[in-house]
């Protein structure tokens, strides 16, 4: 795989895929706990809030988990330590 620094797989993860996809041959496990999650609503993801006391909700969410957008994860995290 071209760029492989960028894609991650863990099959036999218990949670493998902790997110349904189109392709899950393609589900990057590289960035397992998302890093963008600190940046609130400007990580930049599809999110929702759920619950009575609303928390962040990222299931629908593939930005970390999809291997074309690692550079954009990359963008955003050097947003938070600049």
């Not at 393609?26 to 809030?49: A, H, S, T």
């Amino acid at each position: 795989m071209e760029n492989s620094h960028k894609f991650f797989s863990n099959r036999d993860c218990k949670y493998f895929p902790c997110h349904t996809m189109p392709e899950e041959s393609k589900f990057n496990c590289l960035f397992c706990y998302c890093p963008l999650y600190v940046l609130g609503e400007d990580c930049g993801g599809k999110f929702e809030y759920s619950g009575k006391k609303p928390i962040k909700n990222c299931m629908s969410c593939h930005l970390s988990h999809m291997p074309e957008f690692y550079d954009i994860v990359i963008e955003r995290l050097k947003a938070v330590n600049p």
